[in-house]
Structure formats: C-alpha cells, structure tokens
C-alpha cells in the first residue's frame, strides 16, 4: 500500500512561470490536505479538499494559488506566476476521514523560484 | 500566530543521552501530535496524545501532556544517531482537520 505520492520531488520554476504540484492521496483517502513550509518554519496550513470539493482554503493565498482534486487523478496544486517569495517545501497529506489527525504526509515538492 | 511553540530551537547530546522536548500552545485542543522531519524528508508521525491523556508510551518515546498549562513534552530516551532530525509538535484547530504546527526542535545527536 503506497504512502501518499507527491511529485515532483523537486521543482525550479523561473519567476513568472507555473508551478504545478501533484498529489495522490493513500488508497482509499478521499480527503486531501496542503501545507506550505518556508525555510526554517513549520508546516502552515493552507487548503482541504475532498473529491471535487474544497472545503476549506482559508491559509492559500488570495491570488495566484490554486487547488483542486478531481474525481479521477491527483490532487494538483497550482501556483501561478510564481515569484521567489513562494520557494519552499509544499507537503500533501491524506486521510481516511475528516479527522486531519490521522493524516499521513507524503515527502513534499520543493519549489525553488529563481 | 503560531498554535504551538517548541523549545528548546536546537539541541545537541551525546548518544545514549535522554532529549526532552517541549511544546506550548495557545488555544483548547482534542488532540496533539509529534511529527519528525529528517532534513529535507517529509514528516513522519510519531505520537498522538488526546487531550483527555496524561501521558503516553511508543519504544523510546514518552509524551506528556498538560492541558492545564497548555504544554506537552517529548522524550526520547537512550538517543541514537539515527534520532538526528527536527521534531514538530502538531495542533488541531478549531476546524479539527486542520494541523497547526510549531517552527520545530533541531536534534542532533552525537556518536
């Protein structure tokens, strides 16, 4: 049984670019979680998604960053026009219900915008 | 602002030593967890305490929690190496999916 995926390991994006983080929730987890880490700091909260729903996007940025995850296929997160302000990891999480306790975290993407 | 607060930032000791870990948050809360983070890896679970326990066991690992001083304590006992890594601890906010957590302890442990 596969942990939660996450892909790319690592992402260089040059400013003004797309970025595009794909997330494949453990068999069977309808419920999907996004983090943010900036370097040196703790994991930050940013959107919960259920199968074509978000439910709760209250920690992504107003512009420029965007989450879905559709009923077929991963969870993506999107960030356009990327500036150096968004480097950092971006962690996805998974759980069986909507208890985000017992979520289990996939390796992260690294965002490095040069 | 942060939900949960570790201290000490950084700590180093030698192996076979004990590493304490401490945690402060703000508001009420039905659970916390600790996570690790080896250096550029993502997050692995380690404890959830209820906020109706005291104290939990898992191998090496001992968590304390005090509700009434809104703080919890991490203890590795007998550290090894391989225990080098960041340690968070993990709040769940109002919403109860959500996990806030803290900017984390920096363990190394020396041979």
Redesign the interface.
Known sequence: NAGVMQNPRHLVRRRGQEARLRCSPMKGHSHVYWYRQLPEEGLKFMVYLQKENIIDESGMPKERFSAEFPKEGPSILRIQQVVRGDSAAYFCASSLDSQGAGAFFGQGTRLTVV | S?Q?EEDPQALSIQEGENATMNCSYKTSI??L?W?RQNS??????LI?IRSNEREKHSGRLRVTLDTSKKSSSLLITASRAADTASY?C?T??N??????????TSLLVTP
């Open positions: 942060q949960g039905n659970n967890q996570y550029g890896r993502g997050l692995v679970h959830l968070f993990a769940d906010l919403s109860g999916y959500a996990l806030n957590f803290g900017k984390g």
